[in-house]
């Protein structure tokens, strides 16, 4: 049953927001201050573009962040299907390994260090980027295989916004899906203020005609697969001056979801009939520069994040009762806060930076009947990076950092037992890197860089007991990889662009679990796994009114320590390739295909999700005075494929939308 009645008030108030502020103005412009990068104040040759912006996003009807990163090479979506969570790995290393931020502000939850990137919208982003291998050491700590960074709008304008609404559906009716957004941004000679409100609606998805029916699916609308997920977002800037700029945003997501149950054919694998009533998180941040003469400044960011979640598990596909072995109610509340201030100033040749950050997360839990056991952690980062100029065109960049983290609290309870704590589990590491960025000809770039980056385990890792089925290990150490990447860019002329990048990667202690018997398991630092890869994109201008787009991603990932473990989740292939053609000048025609190898959906080997290609075909058309409109369809094929083993995606979809920008 859906929680239709938990927050009416709060709903309303967001369509209230839309139809009153939407018609005053227009927003997509980026909010720089929010972005880190491992240059001080310029572009760097031979970086590559890792972002997709909001036109892109838009037009490609990628409506969550998962979804729009899946459009960048050496990035891989995936959807935990016993979780219902929408994920993304970047060169084989998922979110713990590579954390998210909003503006550069923290936002992974303290428990696991997961998102559900299926909850994060893309409404009101400018843009979507991931920093891989070679990330900033200003990012702070835990980016061992990079950093996701969701860029939110800045107003240009005294008044400009876009308000939209769209529908799509399957092949099978009840598979309605609603959406509806608006953005409003205005800008004063010193002041701006940009405005965010959408509101995304499912109640089922349709599987693919394909689907072969089983004991936990029969087919047809895909079994307590609805989602509801809200978002209000407001950002209030000052800009006293061309150097100096202060702002303060506000980020409420407020969601609700169910987990549809296993529909594979291991019969080892137990259906759970999951729903999360509430999927709520809050993100309060300050962030601001201060130029400080000669090039010097100060910039700084301080947020709080709170984070609360339900999950009920049932006895059966009915949803009503709770009483078996499995079955349980849990709650859970999660807050971080913390900041960072970094100091950049140039001297010579050099553009030195100095950041330090701070960050303290606190998570409290339990089930029905038992007591809230609080788990507290504080980590630090201490990091210096050097942009050194050699010549014109050629730049080296030196970074590194030191990283702690402090266990504080970390509570066990037991009927037998009562309270006691976990020992504490204390941890740093050094953190090196090095670049080495060229501009060779007026149409060549290229990059060599080395980087070795640490992950600490979290809460999850050390304390949980998994249902039952593991044994918490305090003294896990952190994951550490060190990577070699080199990048070529070459332009021809006005008609055509390719991004080449090589990778390798060696990872140590990387935390696997160990059988400790036939129905225990604990998470121990003995992994040593070697990744390397290929990553190719492309874009050519045919003509005026015809572009080619794509890109392609080889990944090989070896486990040296256990050969017989196999590494989940991620395929060897992904090729994506697209074309849009402008027969006119207020019409746009499309076309997209993707292609993916299978991959291994347990360590065992013994599940798969099979290769897969999916097709999707849209058109666009400007009617003029800032409206738009798009039409699409989505799988055409009506393809039946997975990202993990046991829980299938959407058959064919259609949708349409309607935008005004003024």
């Known amino acids: 049953m859906r929680d239709h009645e938990r927050l009416p008030t709060f709903r309303l108030g967001l369509v209230a927001v839309a139809v009153l502020l939407s018609f005053h103005a227009r927003a997509e412009s980026r909010f720089d201050l929010g972005r880190v990068e491992v240059s001080a104040e310029q572009s760097l040759p031979g970086e590559g573009n890792n972002a997709v912006d909001a036109e892109v996003i838009q037009q490609e009807n990628r409506e969550t962040v998962a979804d729009a990163l899946d459009l960048l090479p050496g990035v891989t979506m995936n959807n935990v299907g016993a979780r219902n969570e929408q994920t993304v790995y970047v060169r084989g290393f998922d979110l713990r390994q590579v954390p998210v931020f909003i503006d550069g502000v923290p936002v992974y939850v303290p428990y696991d260090g997961y998102v559900d990137l299926g909850r994060f919208t893309t409404f009101d982003l400018a843009e979507v980027s991931v920093a891989k291998g070679f990330s900033s050491v200003l990012y702070g700590p835990n980016t061992l295989g990079g950093a996701i960074n969701l860029v939110t709008r800045k107003p240009t304008k005294p008044f400009e916004g876009e308000v939209g609404a769209g529908y799509a ?23 701006y203020t940009q405005i965010g409100v959408s509101w ?36 209030v800037g000052y800009t006293p001056n061309a150097s100096d700029e202060y702002a303060v945003g506000y980020v409420n997501q407020q969601g609700e979801k169910g ?32 130029g400080l003469g000669d090039g010097s400044y100060v910039k700084t960011r301080f947020y709080h994040d709170t984070f609360e979640n339900s999950l009920y598990s049932y006895d059966d596909a009915s949803y009503t009762t709770i009483s078996r072995p499995y079955a349980f109610r849990s709650w859970y509340d999660d807050y971080g806060y913390g900041g960072s201030v970094e100091y ?13 950050h701070y960050k303290f997360d606190h998570h409290e839990e339990h089930n029905a009947g038992e007591p809230i056991r609080t788990f507290e952690d504080r980590t630090t980062s201490l990091a210096l990076e050097d942009t050194i100029t050699l010549s014109q065109g050629h730049y080296v960049v030196v970074g590194v950092s030191y990283d702690t983290r402090d266990s504080l609290e970390a509570q066990d309870w037991s009927e037998e037992t009562g309270f006691h704590n976990f020992p504490d589990n204390d941890a740093s590491a050094f953190n090196p890197q090095i670049g080495y960025f060229v501009q060779l000809t007026p149409e060549d770039e290229a990059r060599i860089t080395l980087s070795h980056k640490s992950r600490f385990p979290t809460i999850k890792d050390r304390y949980s007991y998994r249902l039952g089925s593991a044994i918490p290990n305090p003294d896990l150490d952190p994951e550490e990889a060190t990577t070699l990447e080199a990048g070529w860019n070459h332009r021809f002329g006005e008609t055509a662009r390719i991004e080449t990048t090589l990778f390798y990667s060696s990872v140590r202690d ?10 225990t398991y604990q998470l121990q630092n003995i992994g040593k796994v070697r990744v390397m890869g290929l990553e190719l994109a492309g874009t050519a201008w045919v003509s005026d009114s015809l ?14 320590t256990s050969p017989s473990i196999e590494l989940t989740d991620v395929p060897e292939h992904k090729l994506f390739a697209q074309a849009t053609w402008h027969p006119t000048d207020p019409l746009s025609l499309g076309a997209s295909a993707q292609y993916e190898s299978e991959r291994y959906s347990s360590t065992d080997g013994i599940r798969k999700a099979d290769a897969f290609t999916v097709f999707g075909l849209k058109a666009g058309y400007e009617f003029g005075h800032g409206v738009s409109g798009r039409v699409g369809v989505q799988n055409l094929l009506d393809t039946d494929y997975a990202y993990q083993e046991g829980y299938p995606e959407p058959g064919r979809t259609w949708y349409a939308d309607l935008r005004w920008r003024f």
């Open 344 to 356: 950049g100033r140039p001297i010579g040749s050099h553009m030195l930076r100095l950041a330090g």
């Open 510 to 519: 990387l935390i696997q679990s160990v059988d400790l018997d036939a129905n």
């Open 169 to 191: 559906r399957g092949d099978e009716g009840g598979s309605d899906q609603r959406k509806a957004w608006a953005n409003l941004g205005a800008r004063a000679e010193q002041w």
């Open 259 to 290: 987990t549809p149950p296993y529909a594979g054919d291991d019969p080892s694998v137990r259906a759970r009939y999951w729903q999360w009533p509430y999927w709520d998180k809050e993100s309060l941040y300050f962030v601001s520069r201060t």
């Open 547 to 560: 572009e080619l787009h794509g890109n392609y991603t080889y990944l090989s990932r070896e486990n040296v």
């Open 200 to 235: 995304l609606d499912q109640d089922a998805y349709a599987l693919s005609d394909d689907f072969d029916t089983v004991a936990t699916e029969d087919g047809g609308l895909r079994e307590n697969s609805y989602r509801e997920d809200t978002k209000f977002s407001i950002k």
